[in-house]
């Protein structure tokens, strides 16, 4: 019969040599040692699975290697596959440029069955330079830290206004996640090529009975050139992905607040608009850099070539981005 374990530690992985062994070694150090790895490549071109296959005999049977079918550019597809094998009571994605600190999947198990918490989410997280030692303390949200474990309201309006506010960050990577409850609303994350996070948490701030904010500062995040911008394609291909996300992102939430009851009552149909525009705002913000950096005529071609084919009938949502893109991305 197959083990249980407390926690799950998934990790998706590519192309990512040079980062994977510290990673994984950060994991061989945790002072809780009931938990298990998956860690997934998806489909890297370099040594990332070989040192990923070296390093599992360090965990004695508790460390699997899986593999995509094809390269799927961001890390929820890899998360998915590896949600279906997991085993422990608990989740975490650990992102495998990324650590995490000795102590931390102890602290948060002993929190999360001390609560009865559905999702553990921390405010804050250390953050360093690729190439230094230099750690400081970050938030991407706003509002007062709690001092101690703190239940969230059980109110879904507020949590919604809250998280318009920005005052819930939607990094999966700062949550521990009830694998249970993740299993029951079945909740998955998109195929998105990036921000794949943001509806997945938007989802859980929804649907979580316990939603429990820490002070635990457990996640060091490191950030380098591997971002979507630092990435060589074109600008036309750098349009084309920003659009994909904001309307493959808008469609996965209107199905999503389509089916929840919450939504169907005249009173939250404000909440539910403001929830998609609130989407489209943020990843706007991708749109004023792109609109200040090429030509208007080039703008314009993309626009015409690019925008309307992809949002086809999708009348409002073009709209709206037509008329963000004149005013250079503000609304």
């Not at 608990?90 to 600190?101: A, G, H, P, R, V």
């Not at 750098?238 to 808008?250: A, R, S």
Request: proline fraction near 5%; include cysteine.
């Amino acid at each position: 019969m197959a083990k249980n374990f407390s926690v799950t530690v998934i990790v998706p992985m590519y192309n990512v040599e040079r980062y994977i062994e510290p990673c994984l070694r950060s994991l061989l150090n945790q002072t809780l040692k009931d938990f298990e790895v998956i860690a997934v490549d998806d489909c890297s071109t370099d040594g990332s699975a070989a040192v990923a296959k070296k390093m599992a005999a360090m965990f004695g049977g508790r460390m699997s290697l899986l593999k995509t079918k094809k390269n799927n550019g961001a890390p929820g597809v890899p998360r998915n596959l590896a949600l279906k094998s997991a085993r422990g009571k608990y989740i975490l994605f650990l992102d495998s440029d990324d650590l995490l600190t000795p102590t931390a999947l102890e602290e948060l198990y002993s929190i999360a069955e001390s609560t009865g918490a559905d999702v553990l989410h921390a405010e804050q997280f250390y953050a360093f330079e690729d190439g230094s030692d230099q750690k400081r303390i970050h938030s991407w949200e706003k509002g007062q830290c709690v001092e101690a474990p703190t239940l969230e309201t059980a109110d879904v309006g507020r949590r919604i206004d809250d998280f318009c506010a920005r005052k819930y960050n939607w990094s999966s990577c700062l949550k521990f996640f009830r694998r249970e409850f993740l299993s029951k609303n079945k909740l998955e994350f998109p195929s998105l090529p990036y921000s794949e996070d943001m509806p997945f948490c938007f989802k859980c701030v929804c649907l979580a009975a316990n939603y429990v904010r820490v002070p635990t500062i457990f996640y060091e995040c490191r950030y380098r050139a591997g971002s979507l911008q630092h990435r060589s394609v074109t600008s036309e291909q750098l349009i084309k992905i920003y659009l994909t996300v904001i309307v493959e992102g808008v469609q996965v939430l209107d199905r999503f607040m389509s089916a929840l009851p919450f939504f169907a009552d005249v009173e939250n149909h404000g909440r539910r608009y403001r929830a998609l525009d609130f989407f489209i705002r943020e990843h706007m913000s991708y749109f004023d850099e792109m609109y200040q950096k090429y030509p208007p005529e080039l703008i314009d071609i993309l626009n015409r070539e690019t925008l309307a084919p992809m949002l086809g009938k999708n009348a409002p949502l073009m709209s709206y981005l037509f008329n963000a893109a004149k005013l250079g991305g503000r609304q």
